[in-house]
C-alpha cells in the first residue's frame, strides 16, 4: 500500500523562485528520505530526516519533518532548470518492516 | 567508491519469452540488493530484497523471481513475460539498516510486445 504521497503531483516554476513539495504519510515512521529521479535515470538520494529530527538543511535543500501531522516537505531554493526531475518521498515505517515504501512524485519543471 | 551496474539499458521482448536483468555492485561487501518495479509516471514498488547471498524476500506475488548467486550480483528473472511486467526496472543497494539510504543503478526499460 501507498505510505507516502506526494502533492502537488507537478509543479512548474521560473528559474529562480523556490519550490516547495509536500509529503504525507499514514503510520509512525522512523525516518524519512526524499529522493530525486532525471528523466529515464535512477534515483539519487537526497536526505535522510529522522523521526526526531524537524529540520535539514543540504546546500539550497531544507527538509522539515512533522510527525504530529504526519507529513514533509522538500523546499528548494533558488531553482535552476537543472533542478527539473520527480522528485520522490521514501519512509521507513515501523509497521513495514526493513523496507522504504516510496511515494508516487511530485514532477518538477523549471523555466529557464 | 561503490558504483552499481545494469544491464541491458532497454530490452524489447515478446509475450511469453524469458527475461534476466543483472545488477552488479562494486567497491563494497555484504550489500542489501533491491529490486524495483516503475510503471510510467508512478513511484517505485519493491519487488524483491536480499540481506545476504541466498536471501531473497519477496514482496508481490507474481510470474517474476530473484536470486543472489554472488555476494554483489542479483538478478531478476520470468520464465514467461506478460504483458504488464513492462516497465523500468530499478536495481539498488544499501548498507546496514535496509532503510537507510539507497543508491540506485541506472534502470533498466523493459517493453513487453
Known amino acids: 500500500s501507498q505510505q507516502g504521497e506526494e502533492d502537488p503531483q507537478a509543479l512548474s516554476i521560473q528559474e529562480g523562485e523556490n519550490a516547495t513539495m509536500n509529503c504525507s504519510y499514514k503510520?509512525?515512521?522512523?525516518?524519512l528520505q526524499w529522493y530525486r529521479q532525471n528523466s529515464g535515470r535512477g534515483l539519487v538520494h537526497l536526505i535522510l530526516?529522522?523521526?526526531?529530527?524537524r529540520e535539514k538543511h543540504s546546500g539550497r535543500l531544507r527538509v522539515t519533518l512533522d510527525t504530529s501531522k504526519k507529513s514533509s516537505s522538500l523546499l528548494i531554493t533558488a531553482s535552476r532548470a537543472a533542478d527539473t526531475a520527480s522528485y520522490f518521498c521514501a519512509t521507513d515505517a515501523k509497521s513495514s518492516g526493513d523496507k522504504l515504501t516510496f511515494g508516487t512524485g511530485t514532477r518538477l519543471a523549471v523555466r529557464p | 567508491s561503490q558504483t552499481i551496474h545494469q544491464w541491458p539499458a532497454t530490452l524489447v521482448q515478446p509475450v511469453g519469452s524469458p527475461l534476466s536483468l543483472e545488477c552488479t555492485v562494486e567497491g563494497t561487501s555484504n550489500p542489501n540488493l533491491y529490486w524495483y518495479r516503475q510503471a510510467a509516471g508512478r513511484g517505485l514498488q519493491l519487488l524483491f530484497y536480499s540481506v545476504g547471498i541466498g536471501q531473497i524476500s519477496s514482496e508481490v506475488p507474481q510470474n517474476l523471481s530473484a536470486s543472489r548467486p554472488q555476494d554483489r550480483q542479483f538478478i531478476l528473472s520470468s520464465k514467461k513475460l506478460l504483458l504488464s511486467d513492462s516497465g523500468f526496472y530499478l536495481c539498488?543497494?544499501?548498507?546496514?539498516?535496509?532503510?537507510?539510504?539507497?543508491?540506485f543503478g541506472p534502470g533498466t526499460r523493459l517493453t513487453v510486445l
Open positions: 530526516i529522522r523521526s526526531n529530527e
Open positions: 539498488a543497494w544499501s548498507v546496514g539498516y535496509p532503510t537507510d539510504t539507497q543508491y
Open positions: 503510520t509512525s515512521i522512523n525516518n
